[in-house]
């Protein structure tokens, strides 16, 4: 009987040993979870969409939640993400399983629909208003795309655009409901400023705007080159700019570059006079084709039939020559 009951302790003692051991194995085992993008971007232009896909690792049956602003949004396994307002946000994956609950979080950048692609501003003839076209980098064309984002049109005969400080400029011979003038956000459209009074009999057929600041906006009119500050509403005719080409007025290094005759007149910031000009002689200069390209930061492009100028806007002005001829133009 002793012999019986020890048996049966030992047996006892063996089965609680091999229990705790048992236990011991079984750790908890919450999900892993990340995100992934199946076009792999995380940025978009308003309007468009961007497909995320859950990836997850669990031995066990596991319910996914994603959530925008703290909303819920979505329980499956794949999420498309859409948003019209700029901005950047969170989007944040829970994965939730017997063990355990396990997050991961990616963000999302919303940018304006015209802030990468190409502008084509038309014209418009005599009492149709002028346009504004954008391709995106895709190849999609919006046709009046300015009427589209404000429900407005633009000027008449719009001659000229100029970015900066995402920032889109556009100046109009006549004046529209939105002015001669009109500041644009660059990314949406949305109209931020028009200037018609402003601007009423104080310029004469305008053709060109460039900007060195918010309150610093340059216009070439047939009078000269004109400095308008709208924060006063002022305007100023720059001094010696009078006979100012009909021509793009590049900016660059905080420096207007504008043409007048054969030469080349530098408008700094805060002066109503230009800088010392540059002088081109010997060169045949034919209207309409003194052309300005900025293709660097620290480098202009001057173009005059037959010679190709390239100036660094640094404090010497290097100049680089290169002659093309007729025939490769």
């Given at each position: 009987?002793?012999?019986?009951?020890?048996?049966?302790?030992?047996?006892?003692?063996?089965?609680?040993?091999?229990?705790?051991?048992?236990?011991?194995?079984?750790?908890?085992?919450p999900p892993e979870v990340s995100i992934e993008s199946v076009n792999g971007v995380f940025a978009m232009p308003q309007e468009d969409s961007i497909v995320l896909k859950a990836k997850v690792e669990s031995p066990l049956p596991t319910t996914l939640s994603w959530s925008?602003?703290?909303?819920?949004?979505?329980?499956?396994?794949?999420?498309?993400?859409?948003?019209?307002?700029?901005?950047?946000?969170?989007?944040?994956?829970?994965?939730?399983?017997?063990?355990?609950?396990?997050?991961?979080?990616?963000?999302?950048?919303?940018?304006?629909?015209?802030?990468?692609?190409?502008?084509?501003?038309?014209?418009?003839?005599?009492?149709?208003?002028?346009?504004?076209?954008?391709?995106?980098?895709?190849?999609?064309?919006?046709?009046?795309?300015?009427?589209?984002?404000?429900?407005?049109?633009?000027?008449?005969?719009?001659?000229?655009?100029?970015?900066?400080?995402?920032?889109?400029?556009?100046?109009?011979?006549?004046?529209?409901?939105?002015?001669?003038?009109?500041?644009?956000?660059?990314?949406?459209?949305?109209?931020?400023?028009?200037?018609?009074?402003?601007?009423?009999?104080?310029?004469?057929?305008?053709?060109?705007?460039?900007?060195?600041?918010?309150?610093?906006?340059?216009?070439?009119?047939?009078?000269?080159?004109?400095?308008?500050?709208?924060?006063?509403?002022?305007?100023?005719?720059?001094?010696?700019?009078?006979?100012?080409?009909?021509?793009?007025?590049?900016?660059?290094?905080?420096?207007?570059?504008?043409?007048?005759?054969?030469?080349?007149?530098?408008?700094?910031?805060?002066?109503?006079?230009?800088?010392s000009p540059y002088v081109f002689e010997q060169f045949e200069v034919i209207p309409g084709l003194f052309v300005y390209l900025e293709f660097h930061p620290n480098l202009l492009y001057i173009l005059i039939i037959p010679g190709l100028y390239a100036r660094s806007p640094?404090?010497?002005?290097?100049?680089?020559?290169?002659?093309?001829?007729?025939?490769?133009?």
């Amino acid at each position: 009987m002793k012999k019986f009951n020890f048996t049966l302790l030992v047996c006892l003692l063996l089965a609680g040993i091999f229990a705790s051991c048992d236990d011991d194995d079984k750790y908890p085992v919450p999900p892993e979870v990340s995100i992934e993008s199946v076009n792999g971007v995380f940025a978009m232009p308003q309007e468009d969409s961007i497909v995320l896909k859950a990836k997850v690792e669990s031995p066990l049956p596991t319910t996914l939640s994603w959530s925008v602003k703290g909303n819920e949004v979505s329980k499956d396994t794949v999420f498309t993400f859409k948003m019209n307002e700029l901005g950047t946000y969170d989007v944040k994956l829970t994965a939730t399983n017997a063990d355990g609950v396990t997050s991961a979080t990616t963000s999302i950048e919303v940018y304006g629909k015209y802030k990468y692609g190409t502008f084509v501003l038309n014209e418009g003839y005599q009492a149709d208003p002028s346009t504004l076209i954008f391709i995106s980098p895709k190849g999609i064309l919006t046709d009046s795309a300015y009427y589209k984002a404000n429900g407005s049109m633009l000027s008449l005969l719009s001659q000229d655009l100029f970015i900066a400080n995402n920032k889109l400029y556009i100046i109009s011979q006549k004046s529209g409901d939105d002015g001669y003038l009109i500041v644009a956000n660059a990314e949406t459209l949305k109209k931020e400023a028009g200037y018609k009074t402003e601007l009423e009999d104080k310029v004469s057929s305008p053709t060109h705007v460039a900007v060195l600041g918010d309150d610093d906006i340059y216009l070439r009119d047939n009078e000269g080159i004109k400095v308008f500050h709208p924060s006063s509403g002022e305007l100023f005719l720059i001094e010696g700019a009078e006979r100012a080409n009909k021509n793009t007025m590049a900016v660059t290094e905080g420096k207007i570059f504008a043409a007048a005759g054969n030469n080349v007149l530098v408008i700094e910031k805060g002066k109503n006079t230009f800088s010392s000009p540059y002088v081109f002689e010997q060169f045949e200069v034919i209207p309409g084709l003194f052309v300005y390209l900025e293709f660097h930061p620290n480098l202009l492009y001057i173009l005059i039939i037959p010679g190709l100028y390239a100036r660094s806007p640094s404090t010497s002005f290097p100049l680089a020559k290169r002659t093309i001829h007729r025939s490769d133009l």
